[in-house]
């Protein structure tokens, strides 16, 4: 596990200067450079190691991985989040990390990057090899992106487009066995916290995929409370999953009647929410209340206590969008969904199960 020292002394700051980084004081006067350069260390230094220990495991692309041959092409990146969005959701650092890394092997140049800061232009996208999409996007823009530049590869989204390739954790898969796990370790009430873009349709506002296996693991088990389902909402599904939404929405489960033994958090940043809320109410995790996340971005281990979460290998699923894409500019014709497992993480915010 890599520590709040190793990442202070590579980057060439103080201990204490990482950790205020990490716990997102906003009390701490640093520059955006420094910011971002501890945040992408400690994402790095914290993938690093399990890959290597795990290598052995990793999915083989055979054209595309033969040799990491030199590839003539540019590319561009549509990304969902804001630069600046990006900064404090590690998890996307580690994914824009992979495909970053995985270019410079294939010696690719990325030629455009778009977000929400930067609209995406489809004039700029004439001439480019492939485009990797990164993150939730409506359909529309993505059909519109497709006239210009055929070669699209999602990453982190499927959009249920099946002529599209995307490589994803299967997100929903990963909630049942979360819940299962609560549920095993004795746990009745749990609560959930997420968000969902300003849609009128109420089938889109539950159809996100951590939200969707949490209505329908209840519904199956006669035992499903929409009291316990606390939903943030925006414009964009991106600014929903912060920490400031989770704070929010954690309150609303505390002031129930009969508040929920555990709360499952749509990620990292918003548990890091929950945590303060349920901190603010005079209660313990997890004796009171036990608490669950997805992504294990490098500040999850560093909480009080330590957050159980479900590692999701964004890194990796950067470093395949890039294969993918490679594959396809050899010619592949056929589209390709890779979905890459998922490692559950307890730690010290969960009475943890006892098969695990």
Same mark, same amino acid.
């Given at each position: 596990?890599?520590?709040?020292? &190793? ?6 700051? /103080? ?10 004081? =906003?009390?701490? !006067? ?15 230094? +914290? ?14 692309? #055979?054209?595309?991985?033969? /040799? %990491? ?9 549509? %990304? ?38 930067? =609209? ?16 939730? %996007? ?21 959009? *249920?487009? =099946? ?25 009745? *009430? ?17 159809? &996100? ?8 693991? %209840?519904?199956? *088990?006669?035992?499903?409370? #929409? ?31 009969? *508040? =929920? ?5 749509? +990620? ?26 997805? +992504? ?30 490679? &594959? ?6 056929? /589209? ?16 943890? #199960? !006892?098969?695990?």
């Amino acid at each position: 596990m890599v520590t709040i020292k &190793e990442i202070a002394k590579a980057v060439g700051v /103080s201990s204490g200067t990482v950790s205020r980084v990490l716990n997102y004081d =906003p009390t701490l !006067s640093v520059s955006e450079v420094k910011r971002q350069a501890i945040i992408e260390t400690a994402e790095a230094l +914290n993938y690093a190691t399990p890959r290597a220990r795990k290598t052995a495991l990793l999915p083989t692309f #055979p054209i595309a991985m033969a /040799s %990491h041959a030199e590839v003539s092409a540019q590319i561009a990146i549509v %990304h969902f989040l804001a630069p600046h969005e990006e900064l404090v959701d590690p998890y996307y650092v580690g994914v824009r990390l992979g495909i970053e890394a995985r270019c410079r092997e294939y010696k690719i140049d990325i030629a455009r990057v778009f977000n929400p800061d930067v =609209p995406v232009d489809l004039s700029m996208l004439v001439g480019v090899s492939a485009t990797i999409v990164v993150g939730h %996007h409506p359909k529309v823009e993505i059909e519109a992106m497709a006239k210009v530049c055929p070669q699209l590869v999602m990453a982190d989204y499927n959009p *249920r487009m =099946p002529q599209f390739d995307c490589v994803r954790a299967d997100l929903g898969e990963a909630t049942l066995h979360i819940l299962d796990s609560l549920d095993q370790a004795g746990y009745r *009430r749990i609560g959930f916290v997420g968000g969902y873009e300003l849609m009128d349709n109420d089938a889109l506002m539950h159809g &996100e995929q951590r939200c969707k296996a949490f209505i329908e693991w %209840h519904e199956a *088990r006669g035992c499903y409370r #929409p009291e316990l389902l606390a939903l943030g909402q925006s414009e964009r599904f991106g600014q929903n999953l912060r920490l400031e939404t989770g704070y929010q929405q954690a309150k609303s489960l505390l002031s129930l009647e009969v *508040r =929920p033994d555990a709360i499952l958090a749509a +990620n990292d940043n918003m548990a890091i929410g929950t945590y303060r809320a349920i901190q603010e109410a005079g209660l313990s995790i997890p004796g009171d209340i036990a608490v669950v996340a997805f +992504n294990d971005i490098p500040v999850a281990q560093f909480l009080n206590p330590p957050l159980s979460t479900m590692r999701i290998p964004g890194e990796l699923i950067g470093e395949v969008a890039v294969d993918l894409l490679v &594959e396809r500019l050899n010619g592949r014709d056929y /589209s390709k969904h890779v979905t890459l497992p998922t490692d559950m993480i307890w730690r010290g915010s969960v009475n943890v #199960p !006892s098969n695990t």
